[in-house]
């Protein structure tokens, strides 16, 4: 099993920045995929990023350029640095592991104001 705590969520203006930490429970030097999924109000969940265990990085088309997703094997730890937010970036931003099965994160809240 696998326990994940998201921190740094919290209220921005446009353009802003924030920096998302998801510490894991145990290591994850062989967890294949970490990433970062969000959820607006009324809307579904949707994939912001994801690193597999190599460091290859996928991103959403519309946070390329502007989201950066890392992880730090020493510190259990996945980040997501986030860049020119934008009103739209709004929502509930979950980690997730995919490690024998999918684990989820409690969520933390992100609200860009314009």
């Known amino acids: 099993q696998v326990q994940l705590v998201e921190s740094g969520g919290g209220l921005v203006q446009t353009g802003g920045s924030l920096r998302l930490s998801c510490a894991a429970s145990?290591?994850?030097?062989?967890?294949?995929?970490m990433g970062w999924y969000r959820q607006a109000p009324g809307k579904q969940r949707e994939l912001v990023a994801t690193?597999?265990?190599?460091?290859?990085?996928n991103y959403a088309d519309s946070v390329k350029g502007r989201f950066t997703i890392s992880r730090d094997n020493a510190k259990n730890t996945v980040y997501l640095q986030m860049n020119g937010l934008k009103p739209e970036d709004t929502a509930v931003y979950f980690c997730?592991?995919?490690?024998?099965?999918?684990?989820w994160g409690q969520g933390t809240q992100v609200t860009v104001s314009s």
């Open positions: 145990r290591s994850i030097f062989s967890i294949k995929t």
């Open positions: 997730y592991a995919g490690y024998l099965a999918d684990y």
């Open positions: 690193i597999t265990y190599t460091g290859t990085t």
